[in-house]
């Protein structure tokens, strides 16, 4: 029963970060439009692309990548430890100490944009015009990642005291903050890419000063003070380093494809990214917002010392992840075209981007479920402190991501550096697996494994009946709204004949899905 209690809780805790990341997703669908219509896959594209890259990339090794891995669990330790006046003096000069080193690290990337833009996008420099602009977009986006950082130590800290709903509300603000600052602006702009680039920075301020009256709630008074003696501060920076590489290997990945794609013909850079925006959709929509709760929950029962709880609620993970990822990932391979198509073919993104576009949707797809299944294993090691493991495995990932990606990019050009990537994350959620129940012990892998395998079938006939019923529709030159409807018919459609499969194939796991959804919809939210 408490088990069954854990597993409700923890579908709850993974409502309330989805609920707000779907409305997120939505409003990010329509920046992402405006961007295509203003924007396309052309030079300006491309240099906006590349220059959000930059700053999002620091961001995500310095933020969700290395410093909430790292945070999360000491400060979910000393929760049990400590008395709330020792939790917030902790609180407070961890702040103001990533404060003053977020500050250095935008200046220095303010101050060495250049160099940067030169590694990230090395076949810019023969564009008259394009490294000029991507120079100096980056410089204005910079600040973007001091905010950014600090709103996601706000996010961890939250999430600790059970707050899931309101951290994840911020990308909605970001969001909001690009889209207003597009249609104010870009259309009366000389280069609407510097307006788009202006939205990034109003939007990350925007999503810390959001979370700043819930961190006053719960007790935090941001005192000024700086300590890095202070040995937790230190603890928590020893584990920061190795993360910083570790737990971003996929950020680390893409950036190189990026840095590939930008000798490829025109528009691939911005192609790997409008697909990959598809990718972060789907998986937002579940497996980020099951991470987001899974950091805390470990934490908790690493630091209980409940090791076999732990074990168990990562099996359950996994099983609902693979529910979930294999239907989403066979709809994108039997959609790919028509759901780039329907989203973003209008103004200067044209047939050609969509084309490019869906080549690499199609492969990413391939990957979802794997890529799904990392964020649910590395929060385990996460929570485990140990930051190390996820380092090793990285390295050999971007080592196979970058030969792959030179083997497949002659034959499939920009679609070759999505198949790589899909590739590598194949290989990192196995690795991963493996070195964990090195770690633990075994995890029951193959109760949920074959869970998983009798998901994919069921999700692999699904998408083959919805690429043969397509075509059949005849609606890809039709109106907007008509191309939508039969979109979200088809995307209905395989949905119902997917859990009519399942349900066949494997009626425990949907009966025990169902239950605890039931139960968990019967209580209150987190």
């Known amino acids: 029963m408490e088990s069954d209690d854990r597993k409700s809780r923890l579908i709850r805790s993974t409502a309330a970060v989805a609920a707000p990341t779907l409305a997120s997703r939505v409003l990010g669908y329509v920046r ?51 008395d709330r006046s020792g939790l917030w003096a902790f609180g407070n000069v961890f702040f103001w100490d990533l404060a003053l080193v977020m500050a250095v690290t935008t200046g220095l990337g303010v101050l060495f944009a250049p160099g940067l833009v ?90 810390l000063a959001l979370q700043v009256p819930f961190l006053w709630k719960e007790g935090m008074r941001f005192t000024f003070g700086l300590s890095f003696r202070d040995p937790v501060v230190r603890r928590v920076g020893r584990l920061m380093i190795p993360g910083v590489f570790g737990a971003s290997v996929y950020q680390v990945n893409f950036a190189l494809s990026r840095m590939i794609a930008s000798g490829l013909e025109k528009g691939s850079t911005s192609a790997l990214y409008y697909a990959s925006r598809i990718e972060e959709l789907t998986l937002g929509l579940f497996s980020i917002a099951l991470a987001a709760a899974l950091l805390p929950a470990f934490s908790e029962q690493v630091a209980a010392r409940d090791i076999g709880e732990m074990k168990k609620t990562l099996g359950f993970s996994l099983k609902l992840t693979a529910i ?50 990392v964020k649910v294993v590395a929060p385990a090691f996460f929570s485990l402190k140990d930051t ?72 692999a006939v699904m998408g083959t009946i919805l690429r043969l019923a397509w075509p059949v529709l005849a609606v890809d030159r039709a109106a907007f709204v008509v191309r939508a409807a039969a979109l979200a018919g088809a995307i209905v459609s395989g949905m119902v004949i997917y859990l009519g499969l399942l349900r066949l194939v494997s009626p425990a796991d949907v009966k025990s899905v169902f239950g605890l959804l039931k139960k968990a919809a019967g209580k209150e939210k987190p």
């Open 32 to 82: 992402d439009l405006l961007q295509a219509y203003y924007l396309g896959t052309g030079h300006g594209a491309d240099a906006f692309t590349i220059a959000f890259t930059i700053p999002n990339l620091f961001r995500r090794l310095t933020g969700e990548g290395a410093m909430t891995p790292a945070f999360v669990p000491t400060f979910t330790e000393l929760k049990r430890n400590r």
């Open 118 to 207: 030169k590694v990230i996008a090395y076949g810019f420099g023969d564009v008259a015009g394009k490294w000029g602009l991507t120079i100096f977009m980056t410089r204005v986006m910079f600040p973007y990642l001091f905010f950014i950082t600090l709103a996601a130590l706000a996010t961890g800290i939250l999430n600790s005291f059970g707050r899931f709903f309101v951290p994840a509300s911020t990308p909605i603000l970001f969001n909001v903050a690009v889209i207003a600052a597009v249609t104010g602006w870009a259309g009366s702009a000389r280069e609407p890419a510097l307006v788009f680039a202006a939205g990034v920075v109003i939007g990350g301020i925007l999503q």
């Open 324 to 373: 979930v990822s294999f239907p989403a990932a066979a709809g994108l391979v039997a959609l790919n075209v028509p759901i780039m198509r329907t989203l973003f073919e209008r103004g200067m993104f044209d047939r050609g981007s969509t084309a490019l576009s869906a080549s690499c949707l199609l492969f990413f797809a391939f990957g979802l479920p794997f890529v799904s299944g």
């Open 388 to 459: 190390r493991t996820p380092v090793a495995i990285g390295i050999i990932v971007m080592l196979v991501n970058a030969a792959a990606s030179l083997l497949l990019m002659g034959s499939l050009r920009v679609g070759g550096l999505a198949l790589s990537l899909s590739l590598s994350q194949i290989l990192n959620f196995i690795l991963l697996l493996v070195w964990l129940e090195r770690r633990v012990g075994p995890t029951d892998k193959g109760r949920w494994a074959v869970s998983a395998a009798k998901s994919a079938a069921a999700a």
